[in-house]
């Protein structure tokens, strides 16, 4: 037989009766039955009406998009790597002067000043590819951070040289850094932010390398170049504890290593708690198991040993159509002179501009091209990666045989006795050919690095597509002086203008807009999955009547 219920007190059962509907107020109440039960009337508050969900109503979702000053911290992180490359180029061009002046306690002749310059070029590609491969197999945090140490050893072999061999060997070692930097900091970058920050993030490397060269030309005015070598050690020391300290890993790597838990952890640390993570990691899982079963439903086949499965994934339409266009792109960019003004920029202004510090037009012109690389980091957010290429690769040529021509007609005054063109002109058009190489060549392909590739072989294709960038600066400085030879100096720049105005064909018909696009997207894009990047023109909607 059932006893009567233990009493409680009036306070107590009105707190279990008030506890879903805390506003609700009692309207009327029973007398107590003998078994102690009571009847309580309700009318709930507004507030609780307001609050207590419909029958069929969802959770209100949290945002997709995460904190962007949580990216932005993470990506100006990331790329420190590339501030020192840039004062990896910028060393040379102050610390040679120094070590061939007479008061210098090492003596170098021309010969040897050369070999300081070049050689950090020569271990670049092998850095470059190394950090493709470290990058995809011990992951993109990891490999940021073992690349400092060859940077921080090399800085370390300058500033204590006591000869010429001890530079050589620094000079290698911060080359073979620069290298292992190049994909690193950039597929980084790219998987860790959102579509809509990404190619702004992205554009950071080039504005760190800009920054790098106009450290080195600062410091190089106000100090000697082993002072200067050491206090570059500082920032890839400063660049090893930031990393290690505060970057997670990315998702997809460690999706890809099949570690679901710490790529919401990290996830969470990218995003912060405001974002709907489960969401994106949802997103994340889903894609890469739409791969999984797009691979097993080509056959019923073994698995490959894992190294064989990377190198067939190299020559998939994902990771061939990419890769191909960016080492074009790049051809192309580099055949059009950009670094063949860079290096010899000097020279130019002094055979083309009487009355002019050339030093001190060399010195505007990087800050010129520090200050285009970060308008091109807004616009790729506004404008997208095809119309800024338009803008380099017409701009870039009409430049180019601009001036050409007035080497040429300068040439033509000379020999005839008569006044030069006006100065001016080739200033101008050094400048203005700057400015939008910037905008677009300098910027654009290191961005799509880290957006067209496969999360699979991104690392190694990124490594691959960075030292194919560098065989060509290489290629293009050292026949610069050979076209001057053979085509003269103004069919030099003649030839440059021409490759970027055919440029411009190539990209209107193959390169893809990429702004504003998943990794997904993109990859599905490449692999024939999807026939356009394009975003769907919303069609209107029809109702039909009958008449």
């Known amino acids: 037989m059932l006893g009567p219920p233990p009493p409680r007190d009036e306070q107590e059962t009105r707190s279990l009766v008030e506890k879903p509907l805390n506003n609700s107020k009692i309207v009327s109440e029973t007398p107590k039955s003998p078994l102690g039960f009571q009847s309580l009337t309700l009318v709930p508050s507004k507030t609780d009406l307001c609050k207590a969900p419909l029958p069929n109503e969802e959770p209100p979702r949290r945002p997709r998009r995460g904190s962007a000053l949580r990216q932005v911290l993470i990506a100006l992180i990331a790329n420190l790597g590339p501030v020192n490359t840039g004062m990896v180029f910028g060393f040379s061009a102050v610390a040679i002067p120094q070590l061939m002046s007479a008061n210098s306690t090492i003596k170098i002749d021309s010969d040897q000043a050369s070999w300081i310059a070049s050689l950090s070029s020569l271990s670049t590609p092998l850095g470059c590819i190394l950090g493709g491969y470290l990058m995809d197999l011990l992951g993109r945090r990891t490999t940021l951070l073992l690349l400092e140490v060859p940077l921080v050893a090399g800085w370390l072999l ?21 290298g292992l930097v190049g994909a690193p900091a950039r597929v980084y970058t790219g998987e860790v932010s959102q579509p809509h920050l990404r190619g702004t993030l992205a554009a950071l490397a080039s504005v760190a390398v800009s920054l790098g060269v106009l450290i080195e ?18 920032l890839p020391l400063a660049a090893f504890l930031l990393t290690a300290l505060l970057l997670p890993e990315t998702p997809a790597w460690l999706l890809t290593q099949g570690k679901k ?5 990290a996830l969470h640390r990218l995003r912060a708690d405001t974002c709907d993570v489960e969401r994106e990691l949802a997103d994340l899982e889903a894609f890469r198991a739409n791969i999984a079963n797009l691979k097993s439903s080509a056959g019923p086949t073994a698995p490959p040993p894992k190294q064989h499965s990377i190198i067939k994934s ?25 670094n063949s003004i860079t290096f010899y920029a000097v020279e130019v202004f ?20 520090l200050l285009f690389t970060i308008l091109a980091c807004g616009l790729l957010r506004r404008c997208g990666r095809r119309p800024l290429t338009f803008i380099s690769s017409i701009g870039c040529g009409v430049t180019m045989l601009g001036l050409g021509t007035y080497m040429y007609l300068a040439k033509e005054a000379k020999e005839a006795g008569l006044a030069p063109p006006p100065s001016w002109i080739p200033v101008l058009c050094i400048f203005g050919f700057t400015a939008v190489s910037t905008i677009g060549y300098l910027v654009v392909p290191w961005v799509m690095i880290g957006e067209v590739y496969p999360s699979r072989v991104r690392g190694l294709l990124g490594g691959l597509t960075t030292c194919a960038a560098h065989m060509f600066v290489f290629t293009v400085v050292k026949t610069f002086p050979f076209l001057q030879l053979t085509a003269g100096v103004h069919g030099a720049f003649w030839i440059y203008g021409v490759i970027s105005t055919l440029g411009t064909v190539f990209f209107y018909f193959f390169l893809p807009e990429t702004k504003g696009k998943s990794l997904e997207e993109i990859e599905d894009y490449f692999a024939g999955r999807r026939d356009t990047l394009d975003t769907p023109k919303k069609r209107p909607i029809v109702i039909s009547q009958p008449v």
Request: net charge negative; proline share 4%.
């Open 261 to 265: 838990d710490k790529a919401r952890t």
């Open 158 to 178: 300058i500033a204590t040289a006591g000869g010429v061999p001890q530079i050589y060997a620094g000079r290698l070692l911060v080359g073979l850094g620069s």
């Open 350 to 369: 002094r055979e083309s501009a009487e009355g002019i510090d050339d030093y001190l037009a060399t010195v505007a012109l990087g800050v010129v091209r």
């Open 217 to 234: 030309y600062g410091g190089g005015a106000a100090t000697e170049w082993p002072v200067l070598a050491g206090l570059s050690a500082a």
């Open 314 to 338: 190299l020559f998939e339409p994902a990771a061939l159509k990419p890769f191909s266009i960016l080492v074009i792109y790049f051809l192309i960019y580099q055949f059009s002179g950009v």
